[in-house]
């Protein structure tokens, strides 16, 4: 029991009832003071001088009244904030901001548990956030030392740390570090050269794979074929599970990204005049730190919309028979090699009639289209139509959902929308567990050389016959005209009509929702485990692109995506028709 | 004869002025409670009759150290003064007693430890 009731030698309980309700109460607003401190922060208002003397004494009379409770994992983690921001960084990474948001829900979850059942586990949270921050802190030179998170959160998984916090040999003033034999910090930067090697490991063992199989006969010949086959499986399967358990060492619960919400969504929203509060569903889900890095911003942005579009004002939500309080459901959880994160509100849904009639406006539906219900949700995703609506004043930024989805897609990933059953709308955005090693299909179009994530394509044929749709070709597929693109063209490097004149002897079937479309191949090259890696800046963030990668020859390969190759075929048909 | 026992409490967090009352109360003590040194100033030129003085060392506006010193210099050179720091810090510790501090207690400290050093540095009662 944390609170030290003993201590205080008070029979009537009545004080300590009052004392904690008094103590949640400030440390609310201790919480609070830290939260807009770092929202601050994030808004680039402050840099250096961001803990300004008003948060600094917050945190220590927090910590304080936390000693004098018992609470001593909360006044531990005060502590480790009051002395992160003794000496600030000179800028304040993502990373560090996620952590530090994270370290303030946290925070705020443990005051408001204090007394209660319910505080060990958040404890026990609070301290293993507050590890990673001294880990960081320690590492300075290091940007983003997090150690690999020894303490999965499993269900009924008793956290490891609320042993230790109980140890009776733990003295209060000088909580020892991490046992050296449990827990091992290592920079983040290692881990990446490590995670870096493996991955390279991966692609030399599929070239090799590559070579053997392109001398097969020379080296039955030789007597050599079976046994070099049986050693390179060998080595293919160990630099797999390597890959895998290299993987597995710099992954973050996704709560990491999640703690920041409660706090920000409910400010947001009191901010509208409107009332809401978040609830987070798999939060222990574990993801691939480089993931976690790129899901915070558009995970932001889907929250802002959902706080501008989904949360309806509590009079609009009472008419409606609905609680005044909205609630945003924020969900991550493993489907394969892939996480999905979706926001969720109780709102009423989308609109289909006005977004249709934006669309039209806008010119994005011809007059005589007469969309699906599935194609008309896809609209707002559309350029101009969501962005136009969202820059009010919650959102502020402006950013559009075409821009969250474009962003995505960069990542390999994708962003749907969907309503779920009991009303509201929700988005889902499926990210890859991991931004290293990726299976490709590698082909070639006209001269050119593109690998497309294995994940993306739905399928490949061979000698399909092409038609014609007025001025746009098509092939036909299990009974369906699917739109005929030349890669080479949608990015338009090569005008319309020339050489559109053959049947392509291959197609590529790519899909988003909807939504297909068929890629002309001249030949299909292999299938691969390839390194991906960012586009180089120079090249700017061309839609229908993610990554760049490169053939066991070295040869440069643009990796496409086929979710921004089918906004371009679309753009692509309408500038056709129009003409 | 009644004693009077009066400490002034300068402290800005409501959950520890509950502690003090919750330790010093009990114990026949009359707490009043100044929320920052300022206001501080104003009491303890107020109240005549205080036995001790029990001051934070964190406060916003004016901090328990400042406070202490025009204390002494400006008000009452002879009320003793206990400070209360978060940490124990050898620096806090030699800054309170330069200051005119006559105790010092870290937190945190336990009901028994306060009322101890309560009993060794207050004046010596008054009988009105």
């Known amino acids: 029991m944390p609170f030290p009731l003993e201590n205080l030698a008070m029979p009537e309980s009545d004080h300590s009832t009052e004392l904690l309700?008094?103590?949640?109460?400030?440390?609310?607003?201790?919480?609070?003071?830290?939260?807009?401190?770092?929202?601050?922060?994030?808004a680039g208002d402050v840099s250096r001088e961001a803990a300004d003397d008003e948060v600094m004494r917050a945190l220590h009379t927090l910590k304080g009244n936390s000693a004098m409770l018992g609470l001593e994992e909360i006044r531990d983690a005060t502590h480790?904030?009051?002395?992160?921001?003794?000496?600030?960084?000179?800028?304040?990474?993502?990373?560090?901001?996620?952590?530090?948001?994270?370290?303030?829900?946290?925070?705020?979850?443990?005051?408001?548990?204090?007394?209660?059942?319910?505080?060990?586990?958040?404890?026990?949270?609070?301290?293993?956030?507050?590890?990673?921050?001294?880990?960081?802190?320690?590492?300075?030179?290091?940007?983003?030392?997090?150690?690999?998170?020894?303490?999965p959160g499993g269900d009924g998984e008793e956290p490891r740390h609320a042993v230790r916090a109980e140890d009776p040999g733990a003295?209060?003033?000088?909580?020892?570090?991490?046992?050296?034999?449990?827990?091992?910090?290592?920079?983040?930067?290692?881990?990446?050269?490590?995670?870096?090697?493996?991955?390279?490991?991966?692609?030399?063992?599929?070239?090799?794979?590559?070579?053997?199989?392109?001398?097969?006969?020379?080296?039955?010949?030789?007597?050599?074929?079976?046994?070099?086959?049986?050693?390179?499986?060998?080595?293919?399967?160990?630099?797999?599970?390597?890959?895998?358990?290299?993987?597995?060492?710099?992954?973050?619960?996704?709560?990491?990204?999640?703690?920041?919400?409660?706090?920000?969504?409910?400010?947001?929203?009191?901010?509208?005049?409107?009332?809401?509060?978040?609830?987070?569903?798999?939060?222990?889900?574990?993801?691939?730190?480089?993931?976690?890095?790129v899901l915070?911003?558009?995970?932001?942005?889907?929250?802002?919309?959902?706080?501008?579009?989904g949360v309806r004002t509590p009079e609009e939500r009472r008419r409606a028979g609905r609680p005044e309080e909205a609630t945003l459901v924020l969900r991550a959880r493993r489907a394969g090699d892939r996480v999905e994160v979706e926001v969720e509100d109780d709102g009423p849904g989308l609109d289909r009639p006005a977004i249709l009639r934006a669309a039209r406006r806008l010119g994005l539906v011809a007059p005589n289209e007469e969309p699906s219900p599935e194609e008309v949700a896809d609209l707002v995703f559309r350029s101009g139509l969501s962005s136009r609506e969202a820059a009010d004043r919650v959102s502020g930024r402006g950013v559009g959902l075409d821009v969250v989805r474009r962003t995505v897609a960069r990542m390999r990933g994708s962003l749907e929308v969907s309503e779920p059953e009991g009303g509201g709308t929700r988005f889902t955005l499926s990210l890859p567990l991991t931004l290293a090693v990726l299976p490709t299909l590698l082909f070639e179009s006209e001269g050119e050389t593109f690998a497309l994530p294995a994940g993306d394509v739905e399928g490949t044929a061979a000698g399909l016959p092409r038609e014609w749709i007025g001025p746009a070709e098509v092939v036909r597929h299990e009974e369906e005209l699917v739109p005929l693109a030349r890669p080479l063209q949608l990015f338009g490097m090569r005008s319309d009509g020339d050489d559109a004149a053959d049947a392509p002897p291959y197609v590529v079937f790519l899909r988003r929702g909807a939504r297909q479309l068929a890629l002309s191949a001249d030949r299909l090259v292999d299938q691969d485990q390839l390194l991906v890696r960012a586009l180089p800046t120079a090249l700017g963030q061309p839609v229908g692109v993610s990554g760049i990668t490169a053939t066991h020859s070295g040869k440069p390969v643009l990796l496409l995506d086929a979710g921004g190759l089918i906004d371009l075929s679309l753009d692509a048909h309408r500038r056709t028709s129009s003409a | 004869m009644t004693e009077s026992r009066k400490i002034l409490i300068v402290e800005d967090s409501p959950t520890m002025c509950g502690l003090y009352r919750i330790a010093l109360e009990p114990y026949g003590r009359e707490l009043v409670f100044a929320s920052n040194g300022v206001e501080g100033l104003d009491?303890?030129?107020?109240?005549?009759?205080?036995?001790?003085?029990?001051?934070?060392?964190?406060?916003?506006?004016?901090?328990?150290?400042?406070?202490?010193?025009?204390?002494r210099g400006e008000l009452r050179a002879e009320v003793p003064a206990l400070v209360i720091s978060t940490e124990s810090a050898e620096h806090d510790r030699e800054e309170a007693r330069l200051a005119g501090a006559n105790g010092y207690l870290p937190k945190p400290w336990k009901p028994q430890e306060l009322l101890e050093t309560v009993a060794q540095l207050e004046a010596p009662a008054r009988t009105t």
Not at chain 1, 180 to 194: A, G, I, K, M, Y
């Open chain 1, 171 to 293: 003295t209060p003033d000088a909580l020892p570090d991490a046992d050296p034999d449990e827990v091992v910090r290592v920079p983040f930067s290692r881990l990446n050269t490590l995670l870096n090697l493996v991955a390279e490991l991966v692609a030399e063992s599929s070239a090799l794979d590559q070579l053997l199989r392109s001398q097969r006969s020379e080296l039955r010949g030789l007597g050599l074929l079976r046994e070099l086959e049986q050693r390179n499986q060998a080595v293919e399967r160990l630099a797999d599970a390597l890959h895998e358990a290299a993987t597995e060492l710099r992954t973050v619960p996704v709560s990491r990204v999640f703690a920041r919400f409660p706090g920000l969504v409910r400010e947001m929203a009191r901010e509208a005049g409107k009332q809401a509060r978040v609830v987070i569903e798999g939060g222990d889900t574990e993801l691939d730190k480089s993931t976690v890095d």
């Open chain 1, 21 to 42: 309700a008094e103590y949640r109460d400030e440390g609310r607003s201790q919480v609070e003071r830290l939260e807009a401190m770092l929202l601050r922060v994030e």
């Open chain 1, 80 to 151: 480790a904030l009051e002395e992160a921001f003794r000496t600030p960084p000179s800028t304040w990474s993502r990373e560090r901001l996620d952590l530090l948001f994270a370290l303030a829900g946290a925070l705020r979850e443990a005051v408001e548990a204090a007394g209660g059942a319910q505080y060990s586990p958040h404890a026990a949270r609070l301290s293993q956030l507050r590890e990673e921050l001294a880990g960081e802190t320690v590492g300075a030179a290091v940007r983003g030392a997090a150690p690999r998170d020894p303490f």
């Open chain 2, 43 to 71: 009491l303890a030129a107020a109240e005549t009759q205080l036995s001790l003085v029990i001051v934070d060392i964190n406060m916003p506006r004016m901090d328990g150290i400042e406070f202490l010193r025009r204390l």
């Open chain 1, 296 to 309: 915070s911003e558009p995970l932001l942005h889907l929250v802002r919309n959902a706080v501008d579009h």
